[in-house]
Every structure is written in structure tokens, then in C-alpha cells.
């Protein structure tokens, strides 16, 4: 029997047989387990920085300065850096340069997935 389906978490289940009965056989039962390890994630489609932004006061912005991009699992989150690669709380929106990095947080179930950091300039 197996209670593990595909959306089962992570981890080492016992195998479990039951009612093996048969008069024209000597069965013999062993008792076992198997894991279930964490998914090596991976991009479906990369982001890019599409255009540096010409300074108007506004943060930069998806689809406009940059594309989405799309993991295989999980959700795409994008991180913002100034250009001494600390991380900001928000997105740019005064002259600089930048750094923009999509990533994917990891779960029981998948790896952590980044794009590494592309430069991007408000100018």
C-alpha cells in the first residue's frame, strides 16, 4: 500500500504490504522505506533587463525595465540592489545604477533558484 501522492511533502516513508496471501507461494516480507528528495529547480523563462529607465520619479518597473521571468516551481520574486550590492526594501526610482536579481524562495519540496544580479541604470 502507499499513501504518498505527487503532492506529498518531502522526506523517508516506510513501505507497507499487507494482506500478501497466497497457498501456491512462500511469501517472504521485508520490511523498507523510500525518500522522497527536494526538486532541483530551474528557470522556463529568464529575465532580462528590457531598458534602463530615463529618470521621471517613478521605481523601476516590470514588463517596462525588465521582463518576468518564470520558475518551473514556485513564485518569482524580484530583489532590488544599489551599487554597493545592498539590498533595498523597495524598487529604485532616483538616478543610479542598480542591480536587479529574480528569485524563487526554497521550500520542503524545491530548491532555491536565483538569476544572479543584472545591472540596470535610472539615468
Not at 544599489?82 to 524598487?91: C, K, V
Request: hydrophobic share 35%; proline share 2%; aromatic share 14%.
Amino acid at each position: 500500500a502507499c499513501s504518498v501522492t505527487s503532492s506529498s511533502a518531502c522526506g523517508t516513508y516506510d513501505i507497507l504490504i499487507s494482506n500478501v496471501v497466497n497457498d501456491n507461494y512462500n511469501i517472504q516480507l521485508t520490511s523498507g522505506f523510500y525518500t522522497i528528495t527536494m526538486a532541483t529547480n530551474e528557470w522556463i523563462m529568464e529575465f532580462e533587463v528590457l531598458e534602463n529607465r530615463t529618470y521621471d520619479g517613478l521605481p523601476l518597473k516590470l514588463g517596462e525595465n525588465f521582463s518576468a521571468a518564470t520558475a518551473k516551481f514556485g513564485t518569482v520574486m524580484y530583489k532590488f540592489y544599489n551599487s554597493e550590492y545592498q539590498e533595498l526594501t523597495t524598487a529604485p526610482k532616483e538616478i543610479g545604477t542598480y542591480y536587479v536579481e529574480a528569485v524563487v524562495l526554497e521550500t520542503q519540496n524545491f530548491t532555491y533558484l536565483t538569476s544572479g544580479k543584472r545591472e540596470i541604470q535610472i539615468i
